[in-house]
């Protein structure tokens, strides 16, 4: 997550970029009495960030106004998104601005502007991180200092992948999906992906709905130890695995295209290919980045949805 802050008085503007995550590794291990399931996954942030743009009243000199015009506004640009509530932007606000008054802290009325780039329900976390992003920035705008632990205990409160999103490149993660266990990479060795997202959005209780919860649960070691360096980085590409890619496929079976389109360039250019989340989008891990971008021109074409090269880390 990268913020940037810019002062032109009465305002005090804020930018957050939100990136988007793949999940390399995700098996349930359980079902919980909560409706939830028992996670294990490896997720690890990607050069695709939605813009959000955080505005509020300077303090000190508007502070009868602030009293007065407590509010969280939300704009996006994109059209067939939710501005109210049901947008996880909007609630991640409400959330701070409760916190804030539990507090006896009174917040300013605050915009927040969405500019969307990562698709909505490709398994990409994009409303995971605008809610992370929302969270870390009002944090930062409304000088609530509110440390690590409580942020992630909101971000739990609003999803289960929103606590990875405020902060590590890499994690393992576990229980919901709320118990981060940041994992480093060498920064000179990003992962090059070639990522497609067909316009068919998945529901991720649906996706949930379909899966039958394996009695013998496979293990994350292979690809952690690929992806740490412990073994050799070109068995990452084998190991990757995703427990709901067979439930998402049957519940959409179009998608089959779009994972067969990748899977023709295994070996000859990616390592692997796999779907990411709950779907729908599907990414092959490429061995460099020349070897993405001949993938992304070869598929482009076919009509299969957006087509992107993407790198790991911010
Ligand atoms: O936590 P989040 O709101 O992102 O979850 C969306 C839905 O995905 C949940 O309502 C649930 O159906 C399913 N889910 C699950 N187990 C998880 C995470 C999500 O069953 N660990």
Redesign the pocket.
Known sequence: MILRRSTSAPHTTLEVLAPAKVNLFLE?QA??DD?????ETIMVTVNLHDRIRLTCLDQPASLKRVVEEDGIDLTCDDPSLPIGPENLATRAGLLLRREAHQRDRMVPRTTIALYKQIPAQAGLGGG?SDAAAVLVGLDRLWDLRLGPEQLAALAAE?????PFLLGPEAAICR???EHVEPLSLAPERPLHLVLVCPPIGL???S???R?RVPSAPRTANEVLEALTGRTDRSRLGSALFNRLQEPAEALQPELVRVRDALQNWVPSHLDGVLMSG?GSAYFGLSRNRDAALSVADALNPLGLGSVRVLTSGP
Request: glycine share 20%; proline share 0%; charged share 20%.
């Open positions: 349930v079902r919980r409706g939830y399931h028992e996670l995971s609003l999803g289960s992948d929103v229980g919901r999906g529901s991720t209780a996706v949930y709905g899966l709950s």
